[in-house]
């Protein structure tokens, strides 16, 4: 027997319905003010008449419908500058621009690991988009400097130089400076498969876009992507998507540190992300301050290597090694200094060395740890400072050997220095498929030190 509403059924589903609009009614409604494109000088979109403050996403859609991402990124006056995520084929004059009201973010979980993201989150992996109920924004959230855990725990990176040498701590923010075609991208690679951590995170950040597979392939392999969120932002994309391509590599660090993992963050480069806000700066007309760089260069870098390091007491650490590329192998390029003086330690790469065959290429002379003295024990550091005297009185007096000119005998210490030698450059050399851990490279070095005080200086072993 078919049953129908009364009039009871039907007052109680008008009540509803009705007190359903009056709370739509007692919520403000948020008012979309659409602007218009007025002009596009390069790569920089100016529209007039749109409400939306820097950092907001917005659609510039034209007149046949198509749809670009672009982001508030200055104002002058009633004009919004904005600059496109992605390809800007077909903008015309008058296309709408919408303001969406939010900011860039992108869901996160433990299931980004293995996954392959561009700037904006989005999968190049040709996978489903991670999908969570968690989502980041890729400005981080500030840590009081007073809540951070100091660093006070080592870091093996499997590379004995850097180990022996250079100690690195759990929780540092180190650089790699380097010229071109000097083995940066191998070292890298030795330490994101030798390095002990949770997680590893990779931002590739304005480099060549076919390095991007090769070091998944080649680098990282199927064991190391297990653990691994690669972010890359190729040198083609513009440069919004590059600066979003390290905010996001950070946000993801970040994310993992919270949850208490200890992770490890390799970028390369620091010096693309200058580069993509000194071509969004000038864009938008700052003036250049530094050799062409504009001073919200120097603002941005500080901001995201502070955003590494330790997490508050009891959560886990973020360690970061940034590579900055000196042009010209010049030192004291603008971005390398301003890099030297935020970084916990810097490591270079010398092209002599690599020249030479050394490999890793790394000036033990020009590379210091800052944190070395809080991470090692006192007989590591006076081993440490042994071998620092004896190398730089070689190098110091290196054409004097070269050429003959040196007697023996007529300066003990250089004597040292002339038979050690040989043995101190097996001792930092390594193949790029050998590890060497933290405990065995310190023994190392204090086997190769003890070898100098004997009286038959060193013998013919050499350490491998």
């Known amino acids: 027997m078919t049953s129908f509403p009364t009039n009871n059924d039907r007052s109680r589903q008008w009540g509803d319905a009705l007190g359903e609009r009056r709370q739509r009614l007692d919520k403000p409604i948020p008012m979309i003010v659409e602007g218009r494109l007025t002009r596009m000088v390069g790569l920089t979109l100016e529209a ?19 749809c670009i991402d672009a982001e508030v990124v200055g104002f002058s006056g009633e004009r919004v500058y904005l600059m ?8 015309s004059p008058e296309s709408k621009v919408i303001p969406t009201g939010k900011v860039y973010e992108i869901p996160v979980s433990d299931d980004l690991l293995g996954r392959v993201l561009d700037g904006t989150g989005q999968p190049l992996d040709g996978m489903q988009p991670v999908e969570s109920h968690i989502s980041v924004q890729l400005t981080g959230r500030p840590i009081n400097p007073m809540a951070r855990q100091p660093v006070r725990e080592s870091l093996d990176v499997g590379i004995r ?3 022996a040498l250079l100690t690195v701590g759990r929780g540092q923010r180190m650089g790699l400076f380097a010229g071109s075609g000097v083995g940066k991208s191998v070292l890298l690679g030795m330490m994101t498969r030798f390095t002990t951590a949770d997680v590893i995170v990779v931002g590739l950040i304005g480099e060549r876009g076919r390095e991007v597979k090769e070091f998944i392939d080649n680098i990282l392999g199927p064991e190391g992507m297990a653990r691994a969120v690669v972010v890359a932002s190729p040198a083609d994309n513009t440069p919004v998507m590059r600066l979003h391509g390290a905010s996001l590599a950070t946000s993801i660090a970040e994310y993992f540190r919270d949850q208490g993992k200890n992770v490890l ?14 071509e969004l700066a000038l864009a938008i007309g700052e003036a250049p301050v530094t050799k062409g760089y504009p001073a919200s260069v120097f603002t941005k870098i500080p901001q995201l290597v502070e955003r590494a390091g330790n997490g508050d007491e009891g959560g886990g650490s973020i360690t970061a090694f940034y590579t900055v590329l000196t042009e010209g192998d010049d030192p004291q390029d603008p971005v390398a200094d301003s890099a030297r003086a935020i970084l916990d330690g810097h490591v270079v790469l010398s092209r002599r060395l690599a020249e030479e065959g050394h490999y890793p290429a790394i000036d033990i002379e020009a590379s210091i740890s800052r944190v070395m003295t809080e991470v090692t024990e006192p007989e590591h550091q006076g081993q440490i400072q042994q071998f620092k005297r004896l190398y730089s009185t070689y190098a110091q007096n290196r054409d004097l050997i070269s050429v003959g000119a040196y007697t023996q005998g007529t300066d003990s210490r250089i004597d040292t220095a002339i038979q050690a030698y040989p043995h101190f450059m097996s001792f930092l050399q390594q193949d790029m498929r050998q590890a060497v851990n933290y405990q065995d490279s310190v023994h190392d070095l204090g086997t190769l ?16």
């Open 48 to 66: 007039v008449g749109v409400q939306a403050s820097v950092g907001t996403r917005c659609i510039v859609k034209n007149i046949d419908g198509q």
């Open 84 to 91: 496109p995520t992605g390809d800007i084929q077909g903008i």
């Open 161 to 163: 130089a850097i180990n």
């Open 265 to 278: 963050l390799l970028m390369d480069s620091l010096t693309r992300y200058a580069q993509a806000q000194r």
């Open 449 to 464: 030190i003890s070898r100098t005080q004997m009286p038959q200086i060193i013998d013919t072993e050499v350490i491998e």
